[in-house]
């Protein structure tokens, strides 16, 4: 068992890929999959900055509502392609973190905590007021894709079942750019700056570039996820931006296993899911996941997939 889990270690984008593609057969429906896709992919954006960075981010949500506000803006007022429309997104978002990392980033601890709370609330009031092309309060409504052609091939993306697969393209794109990211010379001053920024400032790292650099990273792929999420819902609602999507990010990266590969996934998968089948029972279904946040963080700290891992004596640098 050991070395089964060791050799998913070692190819952990291809163990990625495989379990997300049965993953729809194991839900109970497809459209829990697509938004435990979309968040898990939000989670580890995330989870870069935060886990592997050491900083603790409130204002993430900033960058899911800006690439789902521009992807639909792009398509609602603009008629431009899905694919375009994306990109936009993304973009936007990453000029979003470039922004905010830069005022952010000079600030330490919960100083830096806040600012991006602060700033996170700027861009959602700058949306909120922009009714003509947000719509205000009542969201961005008509973002729709219905069918395109690839390689001349119909897709029919109102298909739940395609239109998974289709957003899968898309988030193993983004698990390979960060496997590729924490492999890199990168990632490695990365967690040099998280254990001892004084140590890693004196052996002539650039501290303020790389936290930079990495939190324009982190929001690009929370861009993308935000992007995905607009297609999904054929709307962007308000709540996109809320600071309590930012707070999802945090519980779901701690809840999974924050600093590791796959964690923030599991996290997601596991708050979701609850969630879907709390609510079934009671409108307090929030009460409930707090409970379990709270179990999970006393008796299993380092998460779900984190206490796996470590139970399993696989070495830190192989997640």
Same mark, same amino acid.
């Given at each position: 068992?050991?070395?089964?889990?060791?050799?998913?270690?070692?190819?952990?984008?291809?163990?990625?890929?495989?379990?997300?593609?049965?993953?729809?057969?194991?839900?109970?429906?497809?459209?829990?999959?697509?938004?435990?896709?979309?968040?898990?992919?939000?989670?580890?954006?995330?989870?870069?900055?935060?886990?592997?960075?050491?900083?603790?981010?409130?204002?993430?949500?900033?960058?899911?509502?800006?690439?789902?506000?521009?992807?639909?803006?792009?398509?609602?007022?603009?008629?431009?392609?899905?694919? *375009?429309?994306? /990109? #936009?997104?993304?973009?936007? $978002? +990453? !000029?979003? =973190? &470039?922004?905010?990392?830069?005022? @952010?980033?000079?600030?330490?601890?919960?100083?830096?905590?806040?600012?991006?709370?602060?700033?996170?609330?700027?861009?959602?009031?700058?949306?909120?007021?922009?009714?003509?092309?947000?719509?205000?309060?009542?969201?961005?409504?008509?973002?729709?894709?219905?069918?395109?052609?690839?390689?001349?091939?119909?897709?029919?993306?109102?298909?739940?079942?395609?239109?998974?697969?289709?957003?899968?393209?898309?988030?193993?794109?983004?698990?390979?750019?960060?496997?590729?990211?924490?492999?890199?010379?990168?990632?490695?001053?990365?967690?040099?700056?998280?254990?001892?920024?004084?140590?890693?400032?004196?052996?002539?790292?650039?501290?303020?570039? *790389?936290?930079? /650099? #990495?939190?324009?990273?982190? $929001? +690009? !792929?929370? =861009? &993308?996820?935000?992007?995905?999420? @607009?297609?999904?819902?054929?709307?962007?609602?308000?709540?996109?931006?809320?600071?309590?999507?930012?707070?999802?990010?945090?519980?779901?990266?701690?809840?999974?296993?924050?600093?590791?590969?796959?964690?923030?996934?599991?996290?997601?998968?596991?708050?979701?899911?609850?969630?879907?089948?709390?609510?079934?029972?009671?409108?307090?279904?929030?009460?409930?996941?707090?409970?379990?946040?709270?179990?999970?963080?006393?008796?299993?700290?380092?998460?779900?997939?984190?206490?796996?891992?470590?139970?399993?004596?696989?070495?830190?640098?192989?997640?």
């Amino acid at each position: 068992m050991n070395a089964f889990f060791q050799l998913i270690a070692r190819h952990r984008v291809l163990a990625s890929t495989l379990f997300l593609a049965i993953f729809p057969f194991i839900m109970p429906y497809e459209a829990l999959a697509i938004n435990i896709l979309i968040f898990g992919l939000f989670a580890m954006g995330f989870n870069l900055l935060f886990g592997y960075m050491g900083l603790l981010s409130f204002g993430h949500a900033a960058f899911l509502g800006i690439g789902s506000y521009l992807t639909g803006i792009g398509i609602v007022h603009y008629g431009l392609g899905w694919g *375009t429309a994306i /990109l #936009v997104g993304v973009i936007g $978002a +990453a !000029i979003g =973190g &470039l922004i905010m990392g830069f005022l @952010a980033i000079r600030t330490r601890g919960i100083y830096f905590s806040m600012v991006t709370l602060a700033l996170g609330q700027i861009v959602y009031y700058i949306f909120y007021k922009a009714e003509s092309l947000t719509g205000g309060e009542n969201g961005l409504r008509g973002v729709r894709v219905d069918s395109f052609n690839i390689f001349g091939i119909p897709v029919d993306f109102l298909n739940p079942l395609v239109k998974y697969y289709i957003i899968l393209v898309f988030v193993v794109a983004a698990i390979w750019l960060i496997s590729r990211i924490l492999n890199s010379p990168l990632g490695a001053v990365m967690e040099a700056i998280r254990e001892n920024e004084k140590r890693a400032s004196a052996c002539g790292f650039d501290v303020a570039k *790389t936290k930079l /650099l #990495v939190f324009i990273l982190s $929001a +690009a !792929i929370c =861009g &993308l996820a935000g992007s995905l999420r @607009a297609l999904h819902l054929s709307i962007v609602p308000i709540d996109s931006l809320h600071y309590l999507q930012s707070g999802q990010a945090v519980m779901m990266s701690i809840l999974g296993g924050m600093g590791t590969f796959f964690g923030p996934f599991v996290g997601a998968a596991v708050m979701l899911y609850l969630e879907d089948v709390v609510t079934t029972f009671t409108k307090h279904w929030m009460a409930v996941i707090g409970l379990v946040f709270m179990f999970f963080v006393l008796f299993f700290p380092r998460g779900i997939w984190g206490t796996i891992l470590s139970k399993l004596q696989i070495h830190q640098d192989s997640k």
